[in-house]
C-alpha cells in the first residue's frame, strides 16, 4: 500500500535528498494498448490473381536452342497462357537441371547441381494440385532429316531422330509410379495439354 506522509516527513526527506521530485497528483501507470488488427497500418495483401500474373512474367530469350529445349520452351508458354487465363488449376514449374555436355567444367555443375539436392532423370516439368501431382518428362520428335549450316559455313546434313526415355530417366519414372505420382512422356505442346486433362487439372 501506499505510504501517506506528513508535511513534516516529506519536508526532511525532500532536504535529505535535493534530488527528489514529488509530483502533485498520483502518477498514473502507464499502459500500451495494442490496437486491433483492424485499425493496424499494414500493407494490405495482393490479390492472389495478380501474384499469379506476376509469378508469370517472363523475359524475352533471343538465345539459339536445341530441338528439345525448343519444345520445352513451347510448353513453358502454352502453360503461362492456360495459367494466365485461369484454365490450369494447378501449380507448375520448369526443372531445369540439364548441364552442359563434355569437359571438366560439365563435370563440376552436374556435381554442384547433384549435390544440391538435383535428381538425375528428372523430368522436364512437375505439376503439382491439391489431390494429387505429376511430372512431364519431353521428347523431340523429329523424324524428317533438315540441312544444318556449321561454324564453317558449310551445309550438313542431320537425320530425323525420335528420342526416348533412357538410363536414369527411366529409374525415376519407375521411382514415381511407386508412389502413385503421375509420370507422362509428351512429344508436343498438344500431347501436354491432352496429359493436364486427363489428369484433371486443365479445364
Given at each position: 500500500m501506499p505510504r501517506n506522509w506528513s508535511r513534516e516527513e516529506l519536508a526532511a526527506t525532500l532536504r535529505a535528498n535535493p534530488g527528489l521530485r514529488v509530483a502533485e497528483q498520483p502518477l498514473a501507470r502507464r499502459v500500451e494498448i495494442t490496437p486491433p488488427i483492424s485499425t493496424r497500418t499494414e500493407t494490405p495483401h495482393r490479390n492472389a490473381a495478380n501474384s499469379v500474373h506476376e509469378l508469370m512474367a517472363c523475359p524475352s530469350y533471343q538465345g539459339a536452342l536445341g530441338p528439345e529445349d525448343q519444345l520445352s520452351y513451347a510448353v513453358a508458354t502454352e502453360l503461362r497462357r492456360l495459367t494466365h487465363k485461369g484454365l490450369l488449376r494447378a501449380v507448375w514449374f520448369g526443372i531445369p537441371i540439364?548441364?552442359?555436355?563434355?569437359?571438366?567444367?560439365?563435370?563440376?555443375?552436374?556435381?554442384?547441381?547433384?549435390?544440391?539436392?538435383?535428381?538425375?532423370g528428372c523430368p522436364d516439368f512437375g505439376v503439382m494440385w491439391g489431390t494429387g501431382s505429376g511430372f512431364i518428362e519431353l521428347k523431340v520428335d523429329d523424324p524428317q532429316g533438315r540441312l544444318l549450316a556449321t561454324d564453317a559455313g558449310l551445309t550438313g546434313w542431320r537425320k530425323g531422330r525420335r528420342t526416348y526415355l533412357r538410363g536414369k530417366q527411366r529409374l525415376f519414372q519407375a521411382w514415381a509410379e511407386m508412389f502413385h505420382v503421375k509420370h507422362a512422356v509428351?512429344?508436343?505442346?498438344?500431347?501436354?495439354?491432352?496429359?493436364l486433362k486427363q489428369w484433371g487439372v486443365l479445364a
Open positions: 540439364q548441364h552442359p555436355a563434355g569437359g571438366k567444367y560439365a563435370m563440376l555443375a552436374q556435381a554442384k547441381r547433384t549435390a544440391l539436392g538435383g535428381v538425375p509428351c512429344r508436343s505442346v498438344g500431347e501436354v495439354v491432352a496429359v
